[in-house]
Each structure stands twice: as C-alpha cells, then as structure tokens.
C-alpha cells in the first residue's frame, strides 16, 4: 500500500476530493484528512486524520516493545539460565512479558506528544491553514489514483508518496518520495 500526500488551501477543495473518491470506491479509512481547523473538518462531515495519523504514538510503541524485548533477554533471560533462583519458569516469563509491555507504555508516552515522522514535514504547511490528503493506494492503483486526482483537482499538489505502515526504524524526519 502506497500513501499519496496532497496539499490543498481550500475546504471546499477537500470537500469535493472526498466526494470523488468516495466516487471511486475509496472509504474513509484509505484516505486521511490534517488540518489546523478540525471544527471545519467535522462541519463539512470530512474523515480527519486519526490520532495514530497525527501522532508517532504507534512507532514509539513498537520502539519500546522493541527495547522491552532487548531487556528482558538481556535482564531475564540470564537470571533464568544461570542466575541460581528458584523460582518457577513461568516466573521468568511473567518477568520477561512484564518488560515487554512497560517498554511499549513507556514508549507510548513518548509518541502520543510527537508528531507523525510521515507529516512533520508539512507542519508549517498545515499551521499556515493548508489541508494535508493523505490517500493510501494498492501499489497496482497509485497511478491511477495519481490521474485521477491530476485530471479532477489540479489544485491539489502532490507532495510525495511513501508507505501506509509504520516503520519503527525510519530515520523520523519525515523523508517520503519527492515528486518533481
């Protein structure tokens, strides 16, 4: 799945962008809308962007389910092998779960306060009032998608393209495919 990021200045623009891909058979949930005037999103019926589209809540979890792991196999792992306790194996495993998941909730605190590494590039865009359209294609679709937004909303320009998943290892600044 590829991620299709359009700038547009007018609501009115989104609006009727909605409309046509709804057209097209794209639902709300292959299209993301950000912007700095969520009430003119929500009045205009428009799907805003989530908290997991805005945020970097998900890769920051991922991140710390990832360190958690790293601890619990080299905390846990070697108590259990050779630290010389008693204690049953599933002692060990809760032990190792326990490091799993505080990984991960820490990790939450620190992605629910960030912005997405997909969109922060275009925070000055977005603070200046302009509408961020984020439309997730199959990869066998994105030049259609890419046409079909060409042809219908010349206004929107297209920014670049990336992935839709999260990748708990991207470098964080935002680094999509340029289009020229």
């Given amino acids: 799945m590829k991620r299709l990021f359009y700038l547009v200045d007018s609501i009115d623009s989104v609006e009727s962008i909605s409309d046509d891909l709804h057209q097209e058979g794209v639902t709300n949930w292959r299209f993301?809308?950000?912007?700095?005037?969520?009430?003119g999103l929500y009045t205009h019926r428009l799907h805003s962007a989530s908290v997991l589209d805005r945020t970097d809540l998900a890769r920051f979890v991922e991140?710390?389910?990832?360190?958690?792991?790293?601890?619990?196999?080299?905390?846990?792992?070697p108590l259990a092998l050779w630290g010389g306790l008693d204690w049953?194996?599933?002692?060990?495993?809760?032990?190792?779960?326990?490091?799993?998941?505080?990984?991960?909730?820490?990790g939450?605190?620190?992605?629910?306060?960030t912005e997405n590494y997909r969109i922060r590039r275009f925070h000055k865009?977005?603070?200046?009032?302009?509408?961020?359209?984020?439309?997730?294609?199959p990869k066998a679709n994105v030049d259609?998608?890419?046409a079909l937004m060409a042809k219908n909303h010349p206004?929107?320009?297209?920014?670049?393209?990336?992935?839709s998943f999260n990748n708990p290892f991207a470098?964080?600044?935002g680094r999509v495919h340029v289009i020229h």
């Fill in 125 to 137: 865009d977005i603070e200046a009032g302009k509408y961020l359209i984020m439309v997730d294609a």
């Fill in 63 to 77: 991140r710390g389910l990832i360190i958690g792991g790293l601890f619990a196999l080299c905390f846990v792992l």
């Fill in 171 to 173: 470098a964080g600044d």
């Fill in 155 to 163: 206004e929107a320009v297209l920014q670049g393209e990336g992935s």
């Fill in 108 to 113: 939450g605190f620190g992605g629910i306060g």
């Fill in 144 to 146: 259609q998608m890419k």
């Fill in 32 to 39: 993301h809308i950000v912007s700095k005037d969520e009430a």
């Fill in 88 to 106: 049953p194996a599933s002692a060990f495993v809760a032990m190792g779960v326990f490091m799993v998941l505080a990984g991960g909730w820490l």
